[in-house]
């Protein structure tokens, strides 16, 4: 302080606002670095949501709604209403595997991936049964298959796509807490440097103030 009494007060005015401006552009690159990880982290977030667990929840009720088709196929009496049923089997057979194909490259090298993929591809082979069975009236065998076939494999694709939704459930949990870890941090200096810049610039500019009166031998007579 001593230092900056014997300064000019050019070069006062000089130094006191360049720390000022300093400490300002700092509060910008602090700033600039909070938002930086508060869009990685929102950007996180959204990946694991549109590119996991979103594909995922579409291929679980599509592979759900091909066992309901299929059983309707079974029991309706209907040749008509069994065919509505069938191609309901189609439909929904290509939503999932429409999932299963835009969800590979985000789960590329997930050994628990391949064995839903194995999984659903399986079954899609399988499911074009029902409608072999139902034309050709073999009744006996269309039940058989629903039963000893059809059901065990879809409660293994859905186990294992439980594992997948909790692992992508995780991860997105892990990427919301940084996000808000990201905001906290970026928040919290903000706050305190804007608090550091306005009190560095109080105290330079009553330094200043002080130094001035005092050369210039106290206030001016007309403020009295």
């Known amino acids: 302080m001593y230092a900056f009494k014997n300064m000019k007060i050019g070069t ?18 602090f700033s600039l670095l909070g938002l930086t990880a508060i869009h990685g982290a929102t950007t996180d977030l959204h990946r694991v949501n549109t590119e996991h667990l979103k594909p995922l929840y579409i291929a679980r009720e599509a592979l759900a709604q091909t066992g309901l088709a299929a059983r309707n196929a079974y029991v309706f009496t209907s040749d008509a209403q069994a065919r509505n049923e069938l191609d309901l089997v189609d439909q929904q057979k290509k939503v999932y595997l429409a999932a299963l194909e835009g969800m590979s490259p985000a789960f590329a090298g997930n050994t628990q991936f391949d ?3 194995a999984g659903l591809l399986t079954m899609a082979s399988a499911l074009e ?6 034309e050709a009236g073999q009744m006996e065998a269309f039940g058989k298959f629903l039963v000893e076939e ?3 494999l879809r409660r293994q694709i859905v186990n294992d ?11 997105l949990a892990d990427a919301d807490a940084s996000a808000e870890h990201a905001e906290a941090a970026a928040r919290n200096w903000v706050i305190g440097l ?3 810049a306005f009190v560095l610039s109080v105290v330079i500019s009553t330094a200043i103030k002080n130094l001035l009166l005092k050369q210039l031998g106290g206030e001016p007579a007309y403020t009295a």
Do not use: D, H, W, Y
């Open 150 to 152: 059809c059901s065990p």
């Open 194 to 196: 804007t608090i550091a």
């Open 161 to 171: 796509i439980a594992v997948l939704v909790a692992n992508a459930e995780r991860e």
């Open 115 to 117: 064995k839903v993929r």
């Open 129 to 134: 049964k029902p409608r072999k069975f139902r």
């Open 12 to 29: 006062q005015l000089i130094l006191g606002f360049g720390l000022v401006t300093a400490l300002m552009l700092l509060l910008g690159v």
